[in-house]
């Protein structure tokens, strides 16, 4: 199993783990990629060689996610890379579930009972893909409401608490809130990571946001404030004595310049994209980075790099359990959805960026399921059996079982 060693690799660098629990999570991490259907503790108990009890005693022992995911980034990442930041809503029952309440959904586009949690992701620019860090959980209103707080600035302080850690990794951060895209484009929040952290912000603006040219004209030198602005910016007519393009094909236009954000209260870069449907304009949306320097191409880039989040939430949903915990605790919901994202992550390693990139194709992660699941089958057939199964894994009709089921690319 090609995780098992690299998760292996990754918990060498953490000596802190105790014998047990590096015992307990490389059994884990395959065995969330190979059952079939739903991932919980009856089911772990099922297909594993632990009983229930143990599985639900062992998800309630903390384990350093933030670090383990760590070294696996800077293991098989390019190294050129952006923070990814986007809370995702969690389906979830129970009365007693820890910070139950009423979040948005991106996918039903409104307020749904159940979970969030604030997912960190590293997203790789040369490689275009993303690796998982941490998902924190979020409080529900009355959580927020008791301790004086509100949703963004425990968002801010999700990241703020991390930044030492993030820094190390990148200083761009991009941010999105599911359907809500402009949601960290908010004077108090960017204020907030500005302050407590060398991060600069990548993330959208609302489409009627108000902008003002700078006055790039020579002083007067009469008395008074000198003047400052040079007018507003009307995003479907850019003023190009103020914007330049930066980049144009038969998809978008790309603008760029320098203005102020009177939402913000600050200088902000500007990338302005026309998006094109036959060589007219389809639709217009405005990106901002607080760093003036970064052009406005790496600004659509990077931000672009969001989906990749998206897609580990996807495929964590779909194929190694992310809404299917039994558990209720603060504790042991952690580690469920950390399990379930991290092992995602090194799949995607060990079946997709171990590959050169002329000989990727599209990621499957039912495919991994399948190849899994296949292998532990077989390998119970030779136990119940009684069968060496040291004297077949080698034979190359037993690998090609391993494959049976999977999807052709």
Same mark, same amino acid.
């Given at each position: ?12 660098? =953490? ?9 307990? @999570? ?7 990629? *190979?059952?079939?259907?739903? @991932? ?8 594993? @060689? ?17 670090? !383990?995911?760590?070294? #696996?980034?800077? =293991?098989?990442?390019? +190294?050129?890379?952006?923070?990814? !930041? ?16 009423? !979040? ?14 604030? +997912?960190?992701?590293?997203?790789? /620019?040369?490689? #275009?893909?993303? !690796? ?19 949703? %963004? ?8 608490? $991390? ?13 999105? $809130? ?17 302050? *407590? ?12 946001? /108000?902008?003002?040219? %700078? ?36 998809? $978008? ?12 209260? $600050?200088? @902000? ?34 931000? +672009? ?49 171990? %590959? ?16 899994? #699941? ?10 119940? %059996? +009684? ?23």
């Amino acid at each position: 199993m090609k995780t098992l060693a690299l998760t292996s690799a990754i918990l060498d660098k =953490m000596p802190q783990i105790g014998k047990w629990q590096r015992t307990f @999570i490389l059994h884990l991490i395959p065995l969330f990629l *190979s059952i079939r259907g739903r @991932i919980n503790f009856s089911q772990m108990a099922r297909y594993g @060689i632990f009983s229930l009890t143990t599985y639900r005693n062992n998800f309630d022992k903390p384990f350093d996610f933030l670090a !383990f995911n760590t070294h #696996h980034v800077e =293991m098989q990442s390019s +190294g050129y890379n952006v923070i990814l !930041f986007d809370p995702s809503h969690i389906n979830k029952s129970g009365k007693s579930t820890f910070q139950k309440g009423y !979040f948005w959904s991106g996918c039903a586009k409104s307020m749904k009972e159940g979970l969030e949690i604030s +997912g960190i992701a590293i997203g790789d /620019v040369d490689n #275009h893909t993303a !690796f998982h860090l941490e998902a924190v959980q979020t409080p529900n209103k009355q959580s927020l409401e008791s301790d004086s707080s509100t949703l %963004l600035k425990h968002y801010a302080q999700v990241i703020i608490e $991390r930044k030492d850690t993030l820094q190390k990794l990148s200083n761009q951060i991009a941010l999105e $809130r599911n359907a809500a895209r402009t949601y960290f484009s908010k004077k108090s929040f960017v204020d907030d990571i500005t302050e *407590s952290t060398a991060l600069n912000i990548i993330s959208r603006l609302r489409s009627d946001s /108000v902008l003002q040219y %700078l006055y790039l004209g020579e002083k007067t030198g009469k008395r008074g404030r000198p003047k400052h602005y040079d007018g507003k910016v009307n995003i479907h007519k850019p003023d190009m004595n103020h914007f330049k393009i930066v980049h144009q094909d038969a998809e $978008r236009i790309i603008f760029s310049a320098t203005v102020f954000a009177k939402a913000l209260k $600050r200088k @902000i870069k500007l990338a302005l994209v026309q998006y094109l449907d036959e060589g007219k304009i389809k639709t217009t949306k405005i990106y901002f980075s607080i760093d003036l320097d970064l052009s406005a191409w790496h600004i659509v880039w990077f931000y +672009g790099l969001r989906f990749q989040i998206e897609f580990i939430y996807r495929d964590a949903n779909q194929f190694t359990g992310l809404e299917n915990s039994q558990a209720r605790s603060e504790e042991k919901l952690h580690f469920h959805f950390n399990t379930a994202l991290t092992t995602v992550s090194l799949a995607k390693s060990e079946y997709y960026l171990s %590959l050169p990139k002329d000989k990727r194709k599209s990621f499957s992660m039912a495919n991994v399921k399948t190849l899994y #699941h296949n292998e532990l089958l077989i390998n119970k057939f030779f136990s119940v %059996l +009684g069968i060496d199964p040291n004297t077949h894994l080698n034979n190359p009709k037993i690998k090609e079982l391993y494959y049976f089921g999977s999807i052709a690319a």
